[in-house]
């Protein structure tokens, strides 16, 4: 959710104290674009929100979801409160405890590049949010056509 569905901004400062980074995700104002694209496919497909939020900023995630993308009928997913697990490790395996897999998620959306892989690899479709001017692609050697 946050980099994808939300825009961060300024609360990304607070990093690496994640309780006063997700205490302040009520003020995240959405990307109106993935907004979009979510509520296009939300009256045809069941929305899996799968956040690394901890449960105990369920409250907040919910009036926010509710404030700005439909959430009836839909699913949030949360970290429990004391797992440190990575990203990729715990959205992979939330995804298979619900018995979410490529058989049957149309598509997942994130920004988290180890995400992105890990989704790649179990055969998941899925669109990177990247915010706007904060694209820094890797060097090319233009002789050498290769990534340095």
């Not at 569905?5 to 104002?29: G, M, N, Q």
């Not at 915010?131 to 820094?136: D, G, H, L, R, W």
Request: glycine share 2%.
């Amino acid at each position: 959710m946050d980099n994808t569905l939300y825009k961060v901004s300024d609360r990304i400062k607070l990093l690496p104290d994640y309780d006063a980074f997700h205490r302040r995700c009520y003020e995240d104002k959405p990307n109106e674009y993935v907004v979009t694209l979510v509520n296009r496919f939300a009256d045809d497909y069941h929305i899996v929100y799968l956040t690394m939020r901890p449960i105990k900023f369920m409250k907040r995630t919910i009036m926010m979801l509710n404030r700005d993308v439909p959430l009836l009928y839909h699913t949030l997913l949360m970290r429990g409160n004391d797992d440190h697990r990575e990203a990729y490790v715990f959205k992979l395996l939330t995804l298979d405890d619900h018995g979410l897999n490529k058989d049957n998620i149309l598509f997942a959306i994130d920004d988290n590049e180890l995400v992105i892989k890990a989704y790649s690899d179990a055969g998941i479709n899925c669109l990177k949010v990247v915010a706007p001017n904060s694209y820094k692609p890797k060097r090319i050697n233009k002789r050498k056509r290769e990534r340095i």
